[in-house]
């Protein structure tokens, strides 16, 4: 080929590549190739149970929704290790321009792991390592697999003993300063458990003086959202989410994990019918997307929703339950909250355990059917009454007085736990939210003052449990005398509870006989340390030391409820 004839042809081909190229670039956006995407990591070295995030920081994006149109996943696990969890990330701009993903390890050592972004035919990878030290967190709550009526912590093996309160609209103040006071608050009060609302709305009051205003809402929107205090039509686009909400409920997680604080999750509740289509794309979407962005902090576990069976059913229960097992690759423990407790999906796997609502004062008998009905099944798992009653609050339903005072509450506390059970329960709305004093709100945001004292004798319950291996007990109220509770390991603990007792005398004439008179205990036989505690103030009174089998319990040193004690120590 002639030197001519050849510069002919490469300008011919270079005319074609040059075409070529401006028809790629024109088709780009078609085949959703970004220009760019940087990854970084936040930190080389985490403690196990905090987490490591790496952030996708996308250069001119084309999705035209990057919430439906984009996907990026990835895997993590040891170095080494062929083992890998499967994490999803999730976009955390409304332009698409920024993505992220978060890998939690569970135990010390070396890190590897893998991110992709997809969108349409386009896919980019990157990897890298970490490394995570022993910080001694506690990590998630578990099962106790050799106890399976109670809660361990994963992280350190200790038990959880579950003392919580409801604050459905804790994310409702606009204020983050508020949120952590009342987390703050209530953490110093013992509760280690907090329900807060993921979605919902309501303008229903419940007859407490708890109303919105320019530092409160009654409208949780996790989505972008036309109107959102409009409670039947707010406008809600649920192919896209609210992020600065979402990152706000991020920060409401870590200032609650920094303090061992468990946050329940609840992902919907019935006072509202601005929901996504139960099993539709959209709720699905909503589901998958709060898993992806809250699960790797370890501190959470997950509501189906609140009063379910009055929006959803069963088989959507079950359905949803498994799916959030499936998405999760940390497995938290998730529930169910419905009206009617039958409605409880108690066999499956991905349920963690009981979260009942049943407004009794017969706390105790109901609790120990609640042990006989899950026996049935097989599977054993915790047993919470987390809806029995608000401190103050006198709904149609509640029984008859005296009522849902603090002090009922308080007894009822114990009427639940020496069944081998939990509670939470709801403090005060009497002093409410922008109705003077403006000091409170209760269960209804979370807010309180010091008008508001159930949970001040709630404080007392946790000391006295915490005080010995209560998981290691069961109820054994046939070793007492009828109108005492008992919670034994026989032959090595027993505690024993007794409820305020009718004053005798005139027993007969008021139906009272079989509750006075003597309490016994029947014990192994041995040598027992023994002590009261008053269920109402916390103070402790020594005994001298127990013989068995039977020992006849002197009379409490003072009024109302007590508990006693004992505990072997001749072995």
């Known amino acids: 080929m002639s030197a001519r004839n050849r510069f002919s042809y490469l300008c011919r081909l270079w005319i074609l590549v040059a075409g070529l190229l401006t028809v790629a670039g024109a088709v780009r956006p078609v085949q959703g190739a970004p220009t760019q995407i940087a990854f970084s990591q936040s930190a080389a070295t985490v403690e196990a149970y905090d987490f490591v995030e790496v952030t996708l920081n996308v250069a001119s994006p084309d999705a035209k929704n990057p919430f439906t149109d984009v996907a990026v996943e990835g895997q993590f696990g040891?170095?080494?290790?062929?083992?890998?969890?499967?994490?999803?990330?999730?976009?955390?701009?409304?332009?698409?321009t920024v993505f992220r993903i978060r890998f939690m390890p569970s135990a010390p050592g070396d890190y590897a792991?893998?991110?992709?972004?997809?969108?349409?035919?386009?896919?980019?990878?990157?990897?890298?390592?970490?490394?995570?030290?022993?910080?001694?967190?506690?990590?998630?709550?578990?099962?106790?697999?050799?106890?399976?009526?109670?809660?361990?912590?994963e992280g350190t093996g200790e038990h959880y003993f579950f003392n919580g309160t409801t604050a459905f609209f804790l994310m409702g103040w606009r204020e983050e300063r508020v949120i952590n006071y009342i987390i703050e608050r209530l953490h110093n009060l013992k509760i280690n458990r907090i329900r807060a609302l993921l979605a919902g709305a309501t303008e229903t009051l419940w007859g407490e003086p708890v109303m919105p205003g320019n530092n409160f809402t009654l409208s949780l929107r996790p989505w972008i959202a036309e109107r959102p205090e409009n409670l039947e039509k707010p406008g809600i686009d649920f192919a896209r989410f609210n992020i600065p909400y979402w990152q706000k409920w991020e920060r409401l997680l870590r200032f609650a994990r920094d303090r061992d604080v468990v946050i329940s999750a609840i992902l919907d509740i019935s006072t509202h019918n601005a929901q996504p289509v139960a099993g539709s794309e959209d709720e699905r979407r909503y589901i998958r997307y709060a898993?992806?962005?809250?699960?790797?902090?370890?501190?959470?576990?997950?509501?189906?929703?609140?009063?379910?069976?009055?929006?959803?059913?069963?088989?959507?229960?079950?359905?949803?339950g498994t799916l959030i097992e499936t998405w999760d690759p940390y497995k938290h423990l998730a529930t169910s909250h419905p009206v009617h407790r039958v409605h409880q999906d108690r066999a499956s796997d991905w349920f963690g355990f009981t979260s009942i609502q049943n407004w009794s004062h017969q706390q105790h008998a109901l609790m120990l059917e609640e042990r006989q009905i899950q026996m049935k099944t097989g599977r054993i798992i915790p047993q919470t009454n987390e809806e029995y009653g608000y401190e103050d609050h006198y709904p149609h339903w509640a029984p008859a007085p005296p009522g849902n005072s603090a002090?009922?509450?308080?007894?009822?506390a114990w009427d639940i736990a020496m069944a081998g059970a939990y509670g939470t329960a709801g403090e005060s709305c009497r002093r409410g939210t922008n109705i003077w004093p403006d000091s409170g709100g209760g269960w209804i945001n979370g807010r309180g003052d010091d008008t508001m004292v159930m949970l001040k004798g709630?404080?007392?319950?946790?000391?006295?449990?915490?005080?010995?291996?209560?998981?290691?007990?069961?109820?054994?109220?046939?070793?007492?005398?009828k109108g005492a509770y008992c919670l034994a390991k026989p032959g090595e603990i027993y505690a024993v509870y007794l409820p305020i007792r009718p004053l005798c005398g005139n027993e007969e004439h008021f139906g009272y006989k079989d509750e006075c008179g003597e309490v016994t205990i029947k014990l192994?036989?041995?040598?027992?340390d023994a002590k009261w505690f008053s269920a109402s103030t916390g103070e402790i009174v020594p005994l001298p030391p127990v013989q068995g089998p039977v020992w006849t319990?002197?009379?409490?040193?003072?009024?109302?409820?007590?508990?006693?004690?004992?505990?072997?120590?001749?072995?």
């Open 407 to 412: 002090e009922t509450l308080r007894q009822m």
């Open 553 to 571: 319990i002197p009379e409490a040193p003072g009024w109302l409820d007590w508990a006693l004690l004992l505990r072997r120590t001749d072995k």
């Open 113 to 153: 792991y893998s991110v992709s972004y997809r969108r349409g035919g386009f896919e980019q990878t990157y990897t890298g390592t970490f490394r995570a030290s022993n910080g001694h967190r506690r990590g998630p709550i578990r099962v106790d697999p050799k106890y399976p009526w109670h809660f361990i912590w």
């Open 458 to 481: 709630y404080e007392h319950l946790v000391d006295f449990f915490t005080s010995f291996e209560w998981w290691k007990t069961e109820p054994h109220d046939e070793l007492v005398s």
């Open 78 to 96: 040891k170095a080494g290790d062929s083992q890998r969890l499967a994490v999803a990330g999730f976009c955390d701009s409304a332009d698409g």
């Open 291 to 320: 898993v992806a962005r809250l699960s790797a902090f370890s501190n959470i576990t997950y509501d189906l929703g609140d009063d379910l069976d009055s929006f959803r059913d069963e088989k959507w229960a079950h359905e949803t």
């Open 524 to 528: 192994e036989p041995g040598t027992y």
